[in-house]
């Protein structure tokens, strides 16, 4: 069984640019969810996709977007992007949305804006 | 609104020591509670949750939490610490009402196994 992966592995990108993350969920899974963890932070929910519909929000700005496709995998897009948004970005798929379902977390993208 | 507070940042403990990560919760209705674990430069691993079973969790790795409703309470124990237990846990809450499907985490602790 395939555990959930990210890439790339690591990014820099500098303020104002636009940079697209990826994600694979585990097989079988068909929730996905992103995070980002600012350093010595816990993380923080971004959004979540459920069979390609967003399905939750966390508090972040517009210029934080999504997509989920029919595999379910799933990309993170972020524009103008500022240095506050240097984080490692996780994403976490599940077997449904169901609040106490465990969700599976991928190592993650170390995103450095510059 | 959910949160959780993680008491200590750093938490260090002799190796063979009793294993102690505190985790208080704010919640509306009983929550299910996370933990996790982070190694260095890796992705989040469950070690236990609660959902409304038992109130007393085992997950992996020997760890073991008691869900304590009066005192809104979740907190880590392990008997004997172990040098690989050295990582970065994460005690998280996920609300059992209505609402939308999100873990909050928090802060942190670090734990530091001393030889």
């Known amino acids: 069984e395939t555990g959930v992966t990210q890439s790339p592995t690591h990014l820099i990108k500098t303020r104002g640019q636009q940079v697209t993350l990826r994600c694979s969920s585990q097989?079988?899974?068909?929730?996905v969810s992103w995070y980002q963890q600012a350093l010595g932070q816990g993380p923080q929910f971004i959004f979540q996709?459920?069979?390609?519909?967003?399905?939750g929000r966390g508090n972040f700005p517009p210029r934080f977007s999504g997509l989920q496709f029919p595999n379910y995998s799933s990309e993170l897009n972020v524009n103008a992007l500022e240095l506050d948004d240097s984080a490692l970005y996780l994403c976490?798929?599940?077997?449904?949305?169901?609040?106490?379902?465990?969700?599976?977390f991928g190592p993650g993208t170390r995103l450095l804006v510059l | 609104a959910q949160s959780v507070t993680q008491l200590g940042s750093h938490v260090s403990v002799s190796e063979g020591a009793l294993v102690l990560l505190r985790c208080n919760y704010s919640s509306s209705v009983p929550p299910y509670l996370f933990w996790y674990v982070q190694y260095p430069n890796q992705g989040l691993q469950l070690l236990l949750k609660?959902?409304?079973?038992?109130?007393l969790v085992k997950g992996i790795n020997g760890f073991e939490a008691e869900f304590k409703k009066s005192e809104t309470s979740f907190h880590l124990t392990k008997p004997s610490a172990h040098m690989s237990d050295a990582a970065e846990y994460f005690c998280a809450v996920s609300p059992s009402g209505a609402g939308s499907y999100q873990l909050t985490f928090g802060k942190g602790t670090k734990l530091s196994v001393i030889p």
């Open positions: 976490a798929s599940s077997p449904n949305p169901q609040q106490q379902e465990t969700q599976y």
């Open positions: 097989s079988g899974h068909n929730t």
């Open positions: 609660y959902t409304s079973a038992a109130t």
């Open positions: 996709y459920y069979r390609e519909e967003e399905n």
